[in-house]
């Protein structure tokens, strides 16, 4: 079975949209961090809105090492809509959004990687199937904006990782317990 590995970076009290706005230091840990993440991931789900932000970005840009990475992946994107975006490697989700990970977890490949999508991440956790939540955690509590976390229900964690970045970052890899 492949491990459906979210990635995330929230603040302190658990905002996770609009990252932009918060995380404002990037260091080499953090780099470094990410690099790690990608490195065991063949294949990427996204939300619809998150796709067409990044369809939009992530084809011209030189940042590294995401940039290499996300262009490169496969990218499966969770909508019902038609994807408008043309993006090397990418295709709508087909069926319901469980049953395609379920049936894509049972098959042979690298971590999952699940990027930015609210929805996506908290649809998932709801139905069992993250198997690790990596975290970037910012040092700034945020007083509006979409949280990681909310109407998830409880789940819990066991952490396998923490550490602190040079910026004040924390860097928090939790396995999803069942």
């Given amino acids: 079975m492949r491990r459906v590995v979210a990635y995330e ?44 932000e990044w369809a939009a970005f992530w084809p011209g840009s030189d940042i ?11 990218k499966y994107v969770a909508t019902s809509t038609p994807l408008a975006a043309e993006w090397t490697r990418s295709s709508a989700v087909e069926g319901h959004l469980s049953d395609f990970v379920r049936s894509l977890a049972s098959e042979a490949g690298g971590d999952i990687g699940v990027h930015a999508s609210i ?26 904006g979409r949280k990681l976390f909310d109407s998830v229900g409880t789940v819990r964690l066991s952490l396998l990782r923490a550490r602190s970045t040079p910026s004040g970052h924390l860097l928090v890899d939790y396995e999803v317990l069942r």
């Fill in 119 to 144: 929805s996506v991440v908290q649809h998932l956790l709801k139905a069992g199937q993250i198997d690790v939540l990596r975290l970037v955690i910012a040092p700034c509590v945020v007083p509006t």
């Fill in 64 to 74: 590294e090492p995401f940039s290499a990475f996300i262009n490169g992946v496969t």
């Fill in 9 to 52: 970076l929230v603040s302190l009290n658990g905002v996770a949209e609009d990252p932009d706005h918060f995380i404002l230091d990037w260091d080499e840990i953090m780099d470094a961090n990410l690099a790690e993440v990608i490195a065991t991931q063949d294949s990427v789900i996204l939300g619809r809105t998150s796709f067409d």
